[in-house]
């Protein structure tokens, strides 16, 4: 689960990157931190991805059904 804090952790080593360079540990960190990060988007675009449902506008659907027209 992303969090404030290792989103706030991933931004502190960025600025330090930046502006003193980290140490050998640091850089562990921050491409770990980093690895977590984009792997929780991943599941989380996956998870919708899965989720849409495509509707066939020629198709009728039972809660749908002359109710409404579709455009």
Same mark, same amino acid.
């Given at each position: 689960?992303?969090?404030?804090?290792?989103?706030?952790?991933?931004?502190?080593?960025?600025?330090?990157?930046?502006?003193?360079?980290?140490?050998?540990?640091?850089?562990?960190?921050?491409?770990?931190?980093?690895?977590?990060? +984009?792997?929780? +988007?991943?599941?989380?675009?996956?998870?919708?991805?899965?989720? +849409?449902?495509?509707?066939?506008?020629?198709? $009728?659907?039972?809660? $749908?059904?002359?109710?409404?027209?579709?455009?």
């Amino acid at each position: 689960m992303i969090t404030k804090e290792m989103i706030d952790r991933i931004n502190f080593l960025y600025h330090k990157s930046k502006s003193e360079g980290l140490t050998d540990e640091e850089k562990l960190e921050q491409s770990k931190l980093r690895r977590e990060y +984009i792997k929780e +988007i991943r599941e989380r675009v996956k998870q919708q991805l899965d989720n +849409i449902e495509f509707v066939d506008e020629d198709s $009728c659907h039972d809660d $749908c059904c002359h109710h409404h027209q579709h455009n």
